[in-house]
């Protein structure tokens, strides 16, 4: 198991020396450009949403970029001080500005899929129904509305009677919803061409070419046994893991997430920090598993299932936060506001099915060495 | 355990003749005219709503109406049918109209309370809060809004921005139940004056009285055994309850309850109808369980457990409706409408929670012998 490999205790492991890690660091640069020429020739400016071939593309120049980033910061003694401190915040500025297109696209999805269930089949509008049981959210043909489709807001009186209401509410609530986060999700893609054309990614984009030869190992690095250094990664998750309210998480239905749910708190939820927190620490844990094993990393089933459930649980979390957010539209109809906190608590209590989740991977796992 | 008694096949259990069951209707009719005459006495006109005493007598009422109701039902068999049949409606009618007050005052207790969980105690007005944190509902002092309260519609637009719009919904919300809940329980109040002030209910209560003395045994009741008649009962909710969805209610966040949560379909959900069902099975079975032991009947923790998940499930479905009935008042404001929504799903969670609070003590329970 990819556990006990990092158990620098553990007297039956090798040492893991320095040029793995340098060995790692190229495999991503090399992953990096690869994905970076993919994204150019799949045509990033082909229109205002890019195509599936060039959100696979920047897919994959994130998930490269998470990576050397995060080997950057758990390695940090072993490589050049200067250089890492001046490509970590590039890389993350990187990769914060191309999650954020993905993250409109995912985050509408949940939320149209969520409003389907909750409003049976008959009920739903078909188009929007259609978009969203489709899987995935590709953005081709999907416009921004113009400024004339004033959805969701309060229109003229309709003669659905009483229940109908709320129906319609639900309608109107995923539309408007369609309309704010197809809007900040095309700002979003502009401003990943932007940043992808800009000066700033180049100068990335160089250092990354020059990682893909040259990894900057400080003199000591090739001697030194990486596995301490791993180790304290998943020590640094296992302190964030100790410190969540787990007991409180694996009894079922406990009603935490929905908590002060209409309090002037700000959204997102502050309660969620913590796991959001343990969320990154978690990856930083994998990708260390991965500097030490390389290609020839177990896949380690309870370790992804408990990143799953925090992915779960960060994407709930954020579709809860843009629910209540539409719902401070000025000037929408009841209904919609309605429809629009049924589907906040439902998110709310996915972030509350996705804790226990995480609880009961995390228990079976606590089982095996760390 | 109690169970093992009514099972038929039981070699070792002793038969209970039909005077048990002589026993039983004499000893509840005899409890119903002194809660009666209970709450003659602590002044059931002493104002809008019943003091606590009165409260507490009515309750004593219905405890009784039911058990008498019930044993009618289960030994049908053993009691004259002309008698039986012309009793039983009048006993359903008598309960059915003591229970609408309490109901109320319950749904309207357990609403705030959600409320004020959701809102954060600094952000609820303190004296929803004090009433709904007060525990039981008395009623007394609090009377109905004056026509002119027009709480929860929307007034004059407060400088309050964003966040704080959701918060004022909270309150806004509460005080539109507290409107709402307050009026109907006043008039399930008045309905259930005129109901012991009438002919129909002096009717009946003369014939709980002959009960008390003389109960209305067919000639073979004496020689016949109980128990078949109670195990029938036990069979009928272990039917009732092969019937429901367990697998899926033991699957913790199954997000069952909410669905549909938006469609038009008539509230209560239908979904809830076959659980309403068990529950008053249960109750049945229950009483079967108190006709054969007496007064000595052992306490079944389990089965206790199982009504109790029952009645949970049932208060939490009331008040999700109720949530989306005060949703459908015209003219209130968006806030306000948001925070209904987000109770409304919360009370729903609430009755998946009673469902999968219900599988887990079934569980146990299943090992024994129904």
Redesign the interface.
């Known amino acids: 198991m990819a556990q006990q490999h990092l158990d620098p205790t553990d007297p039956t492991a090798r040492a893991v020396p320095g040029d793995a890690l340098a060995g790692y660091l190229r495999g991503q640069a090399t992953e990096f450009l690869r994905a970076l020429r993919l994204h150019r020739e799949t045509g990033s400016g082909s229109g205002q949403n890019g195509t599936e071939d060039s959100v696979d593309a920047a897919r994959a120049l994130r998930h490269s970029a998470r990576r050397i980033s995060g080997s950057l910061h758990t390695f940090r003694p072993l490589l050049d001080a200067d250089w890492s401190e001046e490509m970590r915040p590039e890389l993350a500025w990187l990769s914060g500005t191309l999650a954020l297109e993905h993250a409109c696209a995912a985050r509408l999805e949940r939320l149209l899929l969520a409003?389907h269930?909750?409003?049976?089949s008959?009920?739903f509008p078909a188009q929007s129904a259609a978009s969203a049981v489709g899987g995935r959210v590709t953005g081709a043909g999907r416009g921004v509305p113009g400024p004339g489709t004033a959805v969701g807001t309060r229109g003229p009186a309709t003669p659905t009677a009483?229940?109908?209401?709320?129906?319609v509410?639900?309608a109107k609530a995923g539309a408007l919803l369609e309309r704010q986060l197809t809007l900040a999700r095309t700002r979003a893609h502009s401003t990943a061409l932007q940043a992808l054309g800009s000066s700033r990614f180049h100068a990335v984009a160089d250092k990354v070419a020059v990682l893909a030869s040259e990894v900057p190992l400080t003199p000591a690095a090739a001697m030194s046994d990486l596995r301490p250094l791993a180790a304290a990664a998943g020590e640094r998750l296992t302190d964030a893991v100790t410190a969540l309210p787990l007991i409180t998480a694996g009894h079922?239905?406990n009603?935490e997430a929905?908590?002060?749910?209409?309090?002037?708190?700000?959204?997102p939820h502050p309660q969620d920090g913590p796991w959001h927190q343990v969320r990154l620490l978690l990856r930083l844990h994998r990708y260390a598993g991965e500097v030490l094993h390389g290609n020839g990393a177990p896949l380690d089933v309870r370790l992804l299932t408990a990143g799953q459930a925090l992915n779960l649980h960060r994407d709930a979390s954020e579709a809860a936060a843009a629910a209540?957010s539409a719902?401070?539209t000025p000037r929408?109809?009841?209904?919609?506001?309605?429809?629009?906190?049924?589907?906040?608590?439902?998110q709310r209590?996915?972030v509350?099915?996705a804790r226990?989740a995480f609880q009961q991977s995390w228990q079976k796992q606590a089982v095996g060495t760390l």
């Open positions: 409003l269930r909750l409003s049976g008959a009920a009483d229940r109908g209401n709320l129906t509410g639900a079922p239905y009603a929905l908590i002060h749910g209409l309090s002037p708190d700000p959204a209540a719902a401070r929408i109809a009841p209904a919609t506001a309605y429809a629009l906190g049924v589907l906040h608590a439902d209590h996915e509350e099915a226990f």
